[in-house]
């Protein structure tokens, strides 16, 4: 087994269950890509089992910090049915669900998504990469599905030094190889294409904030409705689905909104209620200002504005005039439900920047409630870091 040592004073994160080895902790030692390697401190000390990757700032991710603990094939079994433990407990209103998200499943750079009977993985760091045909076989084994599709065509890939991969892992010889799946959502269906969706297919994180919005564009009394960043209409359900007479989806893609358009029918809902908007919701805003136009309730669910706290004071520019706008756009009393997935942006600087957008536009609100992702994306006390999605419920004074 090959040793990592750390200068010392850089096993501080490890002692306390963090997860990452950035490569300036690193006094000496290497490895191949993926390959398993023992962690110490400067005097020798065990501190954990870890992937090395070569390539990567973050130059180990930890598997274990228990040094009786073999990083082998039942590990990754008992890993993954842990993960799956948890979701049982959690009873998910769907049929669509986080299966393991990374670190705070014990599995650093892997994501299962579950739609229906097919599995959807992302392979984003050189650990489980170099563990891909094993964890596969284990995910199968777990769920006791069939069919399991890669997904692994993020940019971060590139970080690890890993080539964009997608495609179906496993599958029955006789299946098809249809990537087009319909989900259950609390009440609702949506259609999800494993193969050309964003992610895994679907915003999965959102699921309880969509049905929080359908409960309070009911409770306010909501008749019309501005969805930003819309993608394949989420939240444009769940607003009629709250009795909205009205929804405007507004997104850069055509083909998200097409499928947006056939979710409001899969639902039942009169296609009159609905309209689909292909510009960018930006220039969208500052229009229907213009034109003197007002909505009751406005979703914002942007696109990651800051991958990285380095592009944070960017990114809270854009952020703030959206929502500045936005403000300027609802009625008296009207919903704003706005979000940021930037791992850039913590919670307290969204905060921030949303009442700094509130500021400049002479308006003030009642903060709701604080959303954040579904408890099947959890966020463990030592990786704070996993709490990416952070959101307001405001309602406008």
């Known amino acids: 087994m090959k040793s990592i040592r750390l200068h010392p004073g850089k096993e501080r994160s490890l002692l306390k269950r963090h997860p990452w080895v950035f490569e300036g902790s690193i006094a000496s030692g290497r490895a191949d890509a993926g390959e398993t390697v023992r962690v110490e401190a400067s005097d020798g000390q065990f501190l954990a089992w870890g992937a090395y990757s070569p390539a990567s700032l973050i130059r180990v991710r930890a598997w274990s910090f228990d040094s009786a603990e073999r990083i082998d094939a039942a590990f990754f079994s008992r890993r993954i049915l842990r993960a799956l433990a948890l979701r049982e407990r959690l009873a998910i209103a769907s049929d669509a669900l986080r299966l393991v998200h990374g670190e705070a499943d014990g599995l650093p750079g892997l994501i299962v998504d579950r739609y229906g009977d097919t599995l959807c993985a992302q392979f984003l760091a050189a650990g489980v990469e ?151 919701v930006n220039a969208s805003l500052r229009r229907f200002i213009d034109e003197g136009a007002t909505f009751d309730a406005i979703v914002l669910d942007p696109p990651k504005f800051a991958p990285t706290a380095a592009h944070a004071e960017r990114a809270a520019r854009a952020y703030k005039d959206i929502n500045r706008l936005a403000f300027k756009l609802l009625a008296p009393g009207g919903l704003l439900f706005t979000f940021s997935c930037s791992g850039g942006v913590d919670a307290s600087l969204f905060h921030k920047i949303v009442a700094g957008a509130g500021l400049d536009a002479g308006v003030d609100g009642h903060l709701l409630e604080r959303l954040e992702a579904a408890p099947d994306h959890p966020t463990t006390v030592t990786f704070p870091e996993g709490e990416y999605l952070k959101g307001l419920a405001i309602l406008k004074q």
């Open 130 to 280: 170099r563990w891909k045909a094993v964890i596969a076989d284990a995910l199968l084994a777990a769920t006791g599905c069939t069919r399991l599709y890669e997904r692994s065509d993020a940019s971060v890939r590139e970080l690890e030094g890993l080539a964009p991969a997608s495609g179906w892992l496993r599958k029955p010889a006789s299946d098809g190889g249809a990537t087009a799946i319909t989900i259950r959502e609390h009440d609702w269906r949506l259609t999800v294409d494993v193969a050309q969706g964003h992610k895994t297919g679907y915003y999965l994180d959102q699921r309880d904030n969509r049905l929080r919005f359908s409960e309070l564009v009911r409770q306010f009394g909501c008749r019309r409705v501005f969805n930003g960043y819309s993608y394949t209409g989420g939240f444009s359900v769940a607003a009629l689905a709250g009795g909205a007479e009205h929804v405007l989806s507004v997104d850069s893609s055509a083909p998200a909104l097409a499928r947006a358009s056939e979710h409001v029918a899969l639902n039942g809902f009169d296609a009159s209620r609905h309209e689909a908007l292909d510009a960018d």
